[in-house]
């Protein structure tokens, strides 16, 4: 190991990893060298590689790369959390997704990471009176990536978005940490009404392809949403719903539902309608 990798690894060991793959990506497939190069190795630490790499995505006619790229360095530089939770996200896409079989593919190339990473930095930019920003944020997000969340929405850490493709979350809504959710997943209101109007969804919870929540409502830490459900009433905590409308037809089936990433449900006789 170099005194640079030494370095690397000692100072934040995700990114250590992260680089020494990307070196070994440049070395076996020579047609991307060129992109992992200037994407990582050419950068010091994640949080410039990743902004290089969200402002290529995210930039276009209107808000040039280069300015993108200042708009994601600065808040980044601000705000020190959204560092924490990328390497959180990234660890849990890695962790739970048996497809990614590499750090470097869910930062290369998983655009439910990349679009949660660019959703954190409209957040901060909402939370700092720069709404109109924000927002043409949230409008390129939903273009680039198919993924739509409110920039005023509150999202934990160590979240992972699998596909991602067509999941939506609304002003109001709250995910905490240690979530894992799947494409086509709403987070929505049930129609005209303001205020606080979406989910809360509690640390730990598994949300299956397709399943909609509706209303302010509480999904309970270490529950599990079955695919296809539509949810119009709270869920107890470390319980399975499914259905429609969804009804508890058991426990979570795992302590953990949102690492386990367990989707198969059993029997389908409700225990009581929630």
Do not use: M, V
């Given at each position: 190991m170099?005194?640079?990798?030494?370095k690397l690894d000692l100072c934040d060991p995700l990114w250590s990893a992260l680089h020494a793959q990307?070196?070994?990506l440049a070395r076996v497939e020579p047609s991307l060298a060129s992109f992992v190069h200037a994407t990582i190795l050419t950068h010091e630490k994640l949080e410039d590689a990743l902004s290089y790499h969200l402002a290529r995505k995210i930039g276009g006619d209107d808000v040039s790369p280069m300015l993108a790229r200042e708009i994601f360095e600065e808040a980044m530089a601000a705000d020190p959390a959204i560092g924490d939770a990328v390497r959180s996200d990234l660890s849990a896409v890695f962790e739970r997704?048996?497809?990614c079989h590499s750090y470097l593919d869910a930062f290369l190339f998983y655009k439910g990471f990349l679009a949660l990473q660019c959703y954190r930095v409209a957040?901060?930019?909402?939370q700092h009176d720069r709404q109109p920003l924000a927002l043409f944020m949230q409008g390129r997000i939903s273009e680039r990536f198919a993924v739509?969340?409110?920039p005023a929405a509150r999202i934990g850490r160590g979240i992972m978005m699998d596909h991602a493709t067509g999941i939506v979350i609304g002003e109001t809504a709250v995910v905490e940490d240690d979530v894992s959710m799947l494409h086509g997943v709403t987070l929505g209101g049930t129609g005209k009404e303001k205020g606080d109007r979406h989910p809360k969804v509690r640390r730990g919870v598994l949300i299956s392809a397709g399943a909609k929540i509706l209303g302010n409502i509480e999904i309970g830490e270490y529950s599990r949403v079955g695919a296809g459900s539509v949810v119009l009433k709270s869920v107890p905590p470390g319980c399975t719903v499914a259905g429609v409308p969804a009804r508890v037809i058991g426990c979570a089936g795992s302590e953990r539902p949102s690492q386990t990433m367990n989707q198969i449900i059993e029997s389908f006789e409700p225990d009581y309608q929630i």
């Open positions: 170099s005194a640079q990798a030494e990307a070196e070994e997704d048996p497809a957040h901060w930019l909402w739509d969340i409110h």
